[in-house]
């Protein structure tokens, strides 16, 4: 029986992992039993019955078109195959680093706060301090604030280096582990759609809310003090939010990508000219930022480049997308 | 021994010939097939698992689970209504295809 078994589990080798496949090797195991029990009660010699029971099991390849297995059985994809543990690692070490990533972009973001609280209570107080050192004690801590943030990224995207093929090139989940791996991924993202979906509508909240103190402040105080103040705050709440949305979207953003979905599917990944523009437009975006807020130290309305850069580059996108 | 190639297009016509009464399984049909036709032509377990396939798309068949002897449950196929047409269709065929390639057999050797 052990014989019969084995050459099963042998001409199934490298086959899919399918509903389909698993029930076909089931079935046919069964067929199989079935029939060397019946020669063994017949009297027919352990050797003879398993040799008949082989002999008459037929091909594969006519199941091939049933089964949808054709394309393993001919064996001819030159698409990257990521396997079962590629994929498990991806989801985990993303997990792992998100947390640090998203404390990158709230130090970031929040690096000109405590430069704007300073400029702003110059203002209101009037003391008698020179505005240089105001200037330059948030200044030191913007910079300081940028640099932390920066040698974290390096840190983190060099660790994460390795996956990105998974974010740039067209692949395939390995076709041995593909339903395993692909059910894994999906249980997992409907595992944490629910804190993901519920960090969006909190996040998004905050985005909106964040526009309140820079809108509210100068319709109500007639103070320049205070409306400087009150960029800081928004700032803190659009870093909070971010911070929330970067670290609880994790789980998601990689499930996205392994399942090539979104603007990781096959289609916007083929489109080459798009992943330049991007890394091009948001670094571009950055300079101008840089640039325009150090030389005129309008630090209170620069920031307002990045929800217009956010909402051209949703057009950008959407352009792209239809011209491919 | 018979060439597959002919007995294709009939193997669903043995199939459904066999669970015109009652319902069967995989072993149990492929026994029957074989005693029926002396052993002149036996099913191999590939042909018949995608004939099973191929006929539960098509709606000629239903599977379901039953349990058998050995406690295993043991996946049983039933004709449908469709199946039952088209069994009565394919008989029809069969006799006009025996009738046109009777034509051109030769039976005695001058």
Redesign the interface.
């Known amino acids: 029986m052990n014989t019969i078994r084995n050459y099963l589990d042998n001409m199934f080798l490298g086959l899919p992992d399918t509903e389909e496949v698993i029930r076909?090797k089931k079935?046919?195991l069964?067929?199989?039993e079935?029939?060397y029990?019946?020669l063994k009660d017949s009297g027919k010699a352990e050797n003879e019955a398993i040799g008949i029971v082989i002999s008459?099991?037929?091909?594969?390849d006519?199941?091939a078109?049933?089964?949808g297995i054709k394309h393993a059985l001919e064996n001819k994809s030159d698409i990257l195959q990521v396997t079962y543990e590629e994929a498990e690692n991806y989801i985990e070490d993303k997990v792992k680093t998100a947390p640090k990533t998203a404390l990158g972009v709230l130090l970031l973001i929040m690096s000109p706060v405590l430069l704007l609280l300073l400029l702003g209570l110059k203002e209101l107080t009037n003391v008698n301090a020179k505005e240089d050192l105001f200037i330059a004690a948030g200044l030191a801590v913007l910079i300081a604030m940028v640099a932390i943030a920066v040698s974290y990224f390096i840190r983190f995207s060099s660790k994460l280096e390795k996956y990105d093929y998974l974010e740039e090139t067209v692949f395939e989940l390995d076709y041995k582990t593909e339903y395993k791996t692909e059910q894994m991924i999906r249980g997992i993202m409907a595992q944490d759609e629910h804190s993901y979906k519920s960090a969006v509508s909190i996040s998004v909240a905050g985005y909106i809310l964040s526009a309140l103190p820079v809108i509210l402040t100068p319709l109500i105080f007639d103070i320049d003090g205070l409306s400087v103040i009150s960029v800081a705050v928004t700032l803190t709440i659009v870093a909070i939010s971010t911070y929330n949305l970067i670290s609880k979207s994790a789980v998601n953003a990689a499930c996205t990508v392994l399942l090539q979905q979104g603007e990781y599917s096959v289609k916007s990944k083929s489109n080459k000219t798009l992943q330049t523009v991007t890394k091009v437009y948001w670094l571009v975006i950055t300079a101008i930022y840089l640039a325009y807020s150090f030389i005129t130290f309008n630090w209170a309305i620069s920031w307002i480049i990045w929800p217009v850069a956010g909402v051209i580059f949703a057009a950008i996108q959407a352009i792209a997308e239809q011209r491919s | 021994m018979i060439s597959s190639d002919v007995i294709r297009g009939y193997i669903d016509t043995m199939i459904l010939y066999l669970l015109l009464n009652e319902p069967s399984?995989?072993?149990?049909i492929?026994?029957r097939i074989r005693e029926l036709t002396d052993e002149k032509y036996?099913i191999?377990?590939?042909?018949?698992?995608?004939a099973?396939?191929?006929m539960e798309i098509n709606g000629h068949i239903e599977s379901f689970s039953g349990s058998e002897t050995?406690g295993?449950p043991?996946?049983y196929y039933k004709i449908t209504e469709a199946g039952k047409m088209y069994y009565k269709e394919k008989c029809k065929e069969w006799e006009i295809t025996k009738e046109v390639i009777e034509k051109f057999i030769l039976r005695e050797w001058k």
């Open positions: 076909a079935e046919l069964t067929m199989m079935d029939k029990n019946e008459e099991f037929g091909n594969l006519e199941l078109e049933t089964l | 399984y995989g072993y149990e492929s026994k036996i191999k377990e590939t042909t018949l698992y995608s099973f396939k191929r050995y295993k043991r996946t």
